[in-house]
């Protein structure tokens, strides 16, 4: 973005008149030389939000706020200075004028505003298309069925592109805006056989920027034989970029502020539409398409710093819902899940449970990892195997979180959950972030439609990236009680006979399910076939966790008294996890006193049996 001048940053701060300006935004009442208004930045009945037309500045008496006419947009849209300075331009009729810049960039900034005017003109005819015109009938009975009626289509301005392009090229032509210009605005597509309209027969989403400048279009197709792609957009062009750009965020800016730094984040178009028009949840909002990027976060993080996932509840939302997790954690937003019933999306749970179901939904919602994981725990139903290779998954995903404190908290949070040894979690975590600090890797592409006549589409199979595997966390007691079963016969035949003794260690150290899988099969000490044998059997994050451990035999001498330390060293690791998982538990935020007293007992019980044992 092109820096503004000087003189013209003065000009467009002289030409507001705060009163005027405010008066869009609050109910101002007049209080001798000065109005007043109950204060939008905090909650108060007794107006104490004064504006002093003859300073043009406001300033709140009960919680401190004031500045300029600018200053008030920054706070209540939520906008950084050059897009708040570039609103008050905007409002106020203000030409901006920039610095001098070379050729190339005067060209694209032309280019730019042009493709901007050509995109509301369509903006205007597709609108007036869905309201008046008899093809258009489809259209308006999917949007009535769904809920959607003409004051919600006109707020949004949703619009219908009729199959045939030639009327708004007519229009367009007559506003000396020729083909070139529609095809560098994507609405017309170049391929093989010349030029063609993007988008036919689809219901038509403006999308805006922040300045609520329409940037380009999403077309929704309604008739299922049509095409196989459900939504197109506008590919990139010069006011374009998909990754830049969030649904809704115009709209949703100043509600974000108010709701506390705040966004809510949908999958679609129509549930962020929901959202706002029939929940009153104004701060909703959706990226374009499937992938959620790091742009998208980072552009978030400049507004919210929570937010609310509002993914439909069924295995596609929970898989996309991790991925838009991974992105705004890694940005430094606290994500939270708004837990929604199976099958259903916002707009869906609007229409069978009424708007106030959704409320609760937002305002009950979890923190992300801890529904995550309660989500997983519940498919697994206590399958020692599956909970092992759980462990590994959910430290992946903690590991995307930015912030230590609240690292911390979730690692302990998983802990409990996921009944394992807090160190031992925390350990691997922190391996995790470590490996991604020394081998960074960026993130597979996600796979994009290429612009060309939708004639030529092929619905081709997409093939999904090989999912990263990585090893479970062998406590040292457990690797040490494998590594001695599985290299001497009588080491392991001693082993057996103590089976009894090593089922607390299982139960509460890391990587205990593989002792066990381990006992349970016992592979031929010494026997590199038998061994990788058992490797191939196991699940590839346990598999992977001994793929180091060299398998020869070893006479070791004295091997009664070998056994007897490697089980007492395991137990008494066990003793210390059970101990550390506990100390997780009373720690967890918001836990009652009825409820930490047994485990405080408890805990000084084992903690006892530790004291006598070392």
Same mark, same amino acid.
């Given at each position: 973005?092109?820096?503004?001048?000087?003189?013209?940053?003065?000009?467009?701060?002289?030409?507001?008149?705060?009163?005027?300006?405010?008066?869009?935004?609050?109910?101002?009442?007049?209080?001798?030389?000065?109005?007043?208004?109950?204060?939008?930045?905090?909650?108060?009945?007794?107006?104490?939000?004064?504006?002093?037309?003859?300073?043009?500045?406001?300033?709140?008496?009960?919680?401190?706020?004031?500045?300029?006419?600018?200053?008030?947009?920054?706070?209540?849209?939520?906008?950084?200075?050059?897009?708040?300075?570039?609103?008050?331009?905007?409002?106020?009729?203000?030409?901006?004028?920039?610095?001098?810049?070379?050729?190339?960039?005067?060209?694209?900034?032309?280019?730019? %505003?042009?493709?901007?005017?050509?995109?509301?003109?369509?903006?205007?005819?597709?609108?007036?298309?869905?309201?008046?015109?008899?093809?258009?009938?489809?259209?308006?009975?999917?949007?009535?069925?769904?809920?959607?009626?003409?004051?919600?289509?006109?707020?949004?301005?949703?619009?219908?592109?009729?199959?045939?392009?030639?009327?708004?090229?007519?229009?367009?032509?007559?506003?000396?805006?020729?083909?070139?210009?529609?095809?560098?605005?994507?609405?017309?597509?170049?391929?093989?056989?010349?030029?063609?309209?993007?988008?036919?027969?689809?219901?038509?989403?403006?999308?805006?920027?922040?300045?609520?400048?329409?940037?380009?279009?999403? @077309?929704?197709?309604?008739?299922?034989?049509?095409?196989?792609?459900?939504?197109?957009?506008?590919?990139?062009?010069?006011?374009?970029?998909?990754?830049?750009?969030?649904?809704?965020?115009?709209?949703?800016? @100043?509600? /974000?502020?108010?709701?506390?730094?705040?966004?809510?984040?949908?999958?679609?178009?129509?549930?962020? /539409?929901?959202?706002?028009?029939?929940?009153?949840?104004?701060?909703?909002?959706?990226?374009?398409?499937?992938?959620?990027?790091?742009?998208?976060?980072?552009?978030?993080?400049?507004?919210?710093?929570?937010?609310?996932?509002?993914?439909? @509840?069924?295995?596609?939302?929970?898989?996309?819902?991790?991925?838009?997790?991974?992105?705004? %954690?890694?940005?430094?937003?606290?994500?939270?899940?708004?837990?929604?019933?199976?099958?259903?999306?916002?707009?869906?749970?609007?229409?069978?449970?009424?708007?106030?179901?959704?409320?609760?939904?937002?305002?009950?919602?979890?923190?992300?990892?801890?529904?995550?994981?309660?989500?997983?725990?519940?498919?697994?139903?206590?399958?020692?195997?599956?909970?092992?290779?759980?462990?590994?998954?959910?430290?992946?995903?903690?590991?995307? /979180?930015?912030?230590?404190?609240?690292?911390?908290?979730?690692?302990?949070?998983? %802990?409990?959950?996921?009944?394992?040894?807090?160190?031992?979690?925390?350990?691997?975590?922190?391996?995790?972030?470590?490996?991604?600090?020394?081998?960074?890797?960026?993130?597979?592409?996600?796979?994009?439609?290429?612009?060309?006549?939708?004639?030529?589409?092929?619905?081709?199979?997409?093939?999904?990236?090989?999912?990263?595997?990585?090893?479970?966390?062998?406590?040292?007691?457990?690797?040490?009680?494998?590594?001695?079963?599985?290299?001497?016969?009588?080491?392991?035949?001693?082993?057996?006979?103590?089976?009894?003794?090593?089922?607390?260690?299982?139960?509460?150290?890391?990587?205990?399910?593989?002792?066990?899988?381990?006992?349970?099969?016992?592979?031929?000490?010494?026997?590199?076939?038998?061994?990788?044998?058992?490797?191939?059997?196991?699940?590839?994050?346990?598999?992977?966790?001994?793929?180091?451990?060299?398998?020869?035999?070893?006479?070791?001498?004295?091997?009664?008294?070998?056994?007897?330390?490697?089980?007492?060293?395991?137990?008494?690791?066990?003793?210390?996890?059970?101990?550390?998982?506990?100390?997780?538990?009373?720690?967890?935020?918001?836990?009652?006193?009825?409820?930490?007293?047994?485990?405080?007992?408890?805990?000084?019980?084992?903690?006892?049996?530790?004291?006598?044992?070392?």
């Amino acid at each position: 973005m092109a820096r503004i001048t000087q003189e013209c940053v003065a000009r467009i701060k002289d030409s507001a008149d705060i009163v005027e300006l405010l008066s869009k935004y609050l109910q101002l009442r007049r209080a001798g030389n000065s109005w007043k208004a109950c204060c939008p930045f905090h909650s108060e009945k007794t107006p104490s939000f004064h504006v002093n037309p003859a300073r043009q500045t406001f300033h709140c008496f009960g919680c401190g706020v004031g500045g300029d006419a600018l200053k008030f947009i920054m706070m209540f849209e939520n906008l950084d200075y050059p897009t708040a300075l570039r609103r008050l331009a905007d409002m106020n009729g203000i030409p901006v004028i920039e610095e001098e810049e070379n050729p190339e960039m005067a060209r694209l900034r032309r280019m730019r %505003a042009r493709v901007v005017e050509a995109n509301t003109l369509a903006t205007d005819y597709y609108h007036r298309k869905l309201c008046r015109d008899a093809g258009a009938a489809h259209v308006r009975e999917y949007l009535k069925q769904r809920g959607f009626g003409i004051e919600i289509a006109r707020a949004w301005q949703l619009g219908w592109a009729p199959p045939d392009f030639r009327e708004l090229e007519q229009i367009a032509r007559s506003q000396n805006m020729d083909d070139r210009l529609l095809a560098e605005a994507y609405l017309l597509g170049r391929g093989q056989r010349g030029l063609y309209p993007v988008f036919r027969d689809r219901l038509m989403f403006p999308i805006h920027n922040v300045r609520g400048e329409v940037v380009g279009f999403s @077309g929704r197709v309604i008739r299922a034989d049509q095409d196989p792609r459900k939504y197109v957009n506008t590919a990139d062009t010069a006011a374009f970029h998909k990754g830049e750009l969030l649904f809704g965020l115009y709209k949703a800016t @100043g509600p /974000i502020g108010k709701a506390g730094m705040c966004v809510v984040v949908c999958e679609g178009q129509l549930d962020v /539409i929901a959202c706002h028009e029939k929940a009153d949840i104004r701060n909703a909002v959706a990226g374009l398409g499937t992938a959620f990027t790091d742009e998208h976060a980072r552009i978030l993080r400049k507004y919210a710093k929570k937010a609310i996932l509002c993914y439909d @509840g069924d295995n596609a939302g929970i898989k996309a819902s991790e991925k838009t997790f991974r992105k705004l %954690a890694a940005a430094g937003l606290e994500v939270y899940h708004a837990s929604l019933p199976p099958g259903e999306d916002p707009d869906s749970l609007i229409g069978s449970s009424g708007p106030e179901a959704l409320r609760e939904a937002i305002d009950t919602a979890r923190p992300y990892l801890e529904v995550r994981v309660g989500q997983e725990l519940a498919l697994i139903q206590g399958d020692a195997n599956a909970r092992a290779a759980l462990i590994p998954r959910m430290a992946d995903l903690a590991a995307e /979180i930015t912030d230590r404190n609240r690292r911390d908290v979730a690692v302990a949070d998983l %802990a409990t959950r996921l009944n394992t040894g807090l160190e031992g979690l925390r350990e691997t975590v922190e391996g995790i972030i470590r490996t991604r600090k020394e081998s960074p890797q960026s993130a597979p592409a996600e796979p994009q439609w290429e612009p060309g006549e939708e004639e030529e589409f092929s619905a081709a199979p997409m093939q999904e990236a090989p999912r990263r595997v990585i090893p479970i966390t062998l406590h040292n007691a457990i690797r040490d009680t494998i590594f001695l079963a599985a290299v001497s016969a009588e080491a392991q035949a001693l082993l057996l006979e103590r089976i009894e003794e090593l089922q607390e260690p299982i139960r509460w150290l890391s990587g205990g399910v593989v002792l066990q899988r381990f006992m349970e099969v016992l592979p031929t000490p010494g026997n590199p076939e038998a061994w990788q044998d058992f490797l191939q059997n196991l699940p590839p994050e346990q598999s992977a966790a001994l793929r180091n451990m060299e398998i020869t035999p070893v006479d070791i001498p004295n091997i009664m008294a070998t056994v007897e330390t490697t089980c007492s060293n395991a137990a008494l690791a066990a003793l210390k996890a059970h101990v550390d998982q506990l100390r997780s538990r009373v720690n967890t935020p918001g836990i009652s006193w009825q409820e930490a007293a047994p485990l405080m007992q408890e805990m000084n019980e084992l903690q006892k049996l530790i004291n006598s044992a070392e």
